[in-house]
């Protein structure tokens, strides 16, 4: 039987009415109360819109109170939510439109002009709030198996495709995060990760599943976090690489140390560099490394923080209830060995929306293969080492880009490290690095550097300097725009 429960909104509104549910850093404060009326009336003027149960409406907006209160209208309503990303281009935009089968594009206004040709009906959000009112019939519960938001993959190879997320596994992946970080009457939970994406999305439910405060930036900025860090009382912070690095600089620069209160400082997107997180646990950052993907519903594996110290640079151990394997060409990988990491739980998708070939070949027996490489250590805690498709065969030998990145961003004179393959007719593979500097160093140095920490099929052979390195909108490296740098002969 399909399990359902009250609508997460609407249930904190009921207990906790007078709870704060958003803040920004203008100083904007809403209720949970006040949060559900305000979705409510959102809900009436889609409804005056012909937005029904079963509609299918895309959302193109940068983070906002106005996003969060969109998100969750829709699903009062029963409506598919179909997320698309602010960086794109209206041709992906199109393509992504077509292939959910959207009947509406809400943009915020200054995605319009671009949003125009998309071929889909198409408002403002801020047109929106003129719209008239309409009675509608409320879903006071949720189905945890219906679906109810779509987001593409990034799509670096071949069409992106669109990963469906059911009510079940927003509310498995919030559950599975409270039980390994805990939850507090005093938390707040800053994520700057766009709304557009799974790392991002999943804080709006958890805030109204857990009655928990969210901090509503428009996006990154250094400044932003560290003043409501210090000065508004977040506890937690989602970040990926990047952002960590910037926030340790300004950290430094202004000479200021986070309170005792702040707990939690969130990693994911990928392998960190060992240096990184060695700095932060100087300073008594408490960051905590985390895996997760899209189709995961973001974090699915979390280091617990009674082992942040004694598994310094492991991403830990599956949450409640997921499960974690480790796999090779033979069978199941030995303790140390690299291998594909699989996962399996009720956070994960249960497949990509009209693709029912990448559905089966995304799984094995239940298993969701993430393509990603990584191993267990004799406690089964997981180390991340890179994406699969990311990985460099260099006569024979493996190398994870994430690793050699890290050694090259520990230099002082490095601000920003990618590394790629480059198809060479002995080795067959090898590595080369696209590099941003914060001051002058030259490559002779660098190989110096790098010859005392890395074996020497492991050293970059050719270098790259850039301005900066392509990143998506959650500060993401994007490879494969150097890797066609590479091949078109501009790099």
């Given at each position: ?292 993907m899209t189709e995961t519903s973001s974090q699915i594996v979390t280091l617990s923080p009674e082992d942040s110290i004694r598994k310094l640079g492991s991403a830990g151990k ?174």
């Amino acid at each position: 039987m399909t399990e359902i429960i009250p609508h997460w909104l609407q249930k904190q509104a009921d207990l906790s009415p007078g709870r704060l549910a958003l803040e920004t850093p203008e100083g904007t404060k809403i209720t949970f109360g006040d949060l559900h009326k305000a979705v409510d009336i959102q809900a009436r003027k889609l409804a005056s819109l012909g937005v029904l149960q079963g509609s299918r409406v895309a959302v193109l907006s940068h983070n906002s109170v106005e996003m969060v209160v969109l998100v969750h209208a829709l699903s009062y309503i029963g409506a598919t939510l179909i997320l698309l990303n602010t960086r794109l281009t209206a041709s992906e935009w199109s393509f992504q439109l077509q292939d959910s089968e959207a009947d509406l594009l809400l943009t915020a206004a200054r995605f319009e002009k671009q949003a125009k040709d998309t071929g889909v009906a198409l408002l403002t959000i801020e047109m929106l709030h003129e719209q008239p009112e309409k009675e509608y019939t409320c879903c006071t519960e949720l189905r945890l198996d219906d679906v109810f938001n779509i987001i593409y993959t990034s799509g670096t190879t071949g069409n992106p495709k669109g990963v469906e997320h059911t009510f079940g596994n927003h509310w498995w992946s919030a559950i599975g995060s409270a039980l390994n970080l805990g939850l507090s009457h005093e938390d707040k939970w800053l994520s700057p990760l766009p709304m557009f994406h799974v790392g991002g999305l999943s804080t709006i439910f958890k805030s109204a599943i857990y009655g928990m405060p969210l901090y509503v930036t428009e996006s990154f900025d250094e400044k932003i976090v560290q003043t409501a860090i210090i000065d508004r009382g977040v506890t937690i912070v989602s970040v990926v690489t990047v952002m960590l690095q910037r926030l340790l600089r300004l950290q430094e620069e202004d000479g200021v140390t986070y309170p005792e209160k702040f707990r939690c400082m969130l990693l994911g997107g990928g392998p960190a560099p060992l240096h990184l997180l060695e700095e932060s646990k100087a300073r008594a950052i408490p960051v905590f490394q985390s895996y997760g993907m899209t189709e995961t519903s973001s974090q699915i594996v979390t280091l617990s923080p009674e082992d942040s110290i004694r598994k310094l640079g492991s991403a830990g151990k599956a949450l409640v209830p997921a499960q974690l394997r480790i796999m090779t060409g033979t069978g199941f990988a030995k303790p140390e060995e690299p291998g594909e990491i699989q996962v399996k739980g009720p956070m994960i998708t249960k497949g990509y929306y009209r693709n029912p070939n990448a559905t089966e070949g995304a799984f094995r027996e239940g298993w969701l293969a993430t393509g990603d490489v990584g191993y267990t250590d004799k406690d089964g805690y997981l180390y991340v080492l890179d994406r699969r498709k990311d990985l460099i065969i260099s006569g024979g030998e493996n190398i994870y880009p994430a690793e050699v990145e890290g050694i090259l961003t520990s230099q002082p004179s490095i601000k920003d490290a990618a590394v790629i393959g480059k198809t060479d007719t002995k080795w067959g593979s090898v590595p080369v690095a696209f590099l941003v500097k914060s001051a002058d160093v030259s490559v002779e140095e660098l190989q110096t550097y790098c010859q005392e920490r890395l074996a020497r099929y492991k050293i970059p052979k050719y270098w790259h300097w850039v301005d900066e390195l392509p990143r998506n909108a959650s500060n993401k490296l994007m490879r494969y725009k150097l890797q066609q740098l590479l091949d078109e002969g501009s790099a």
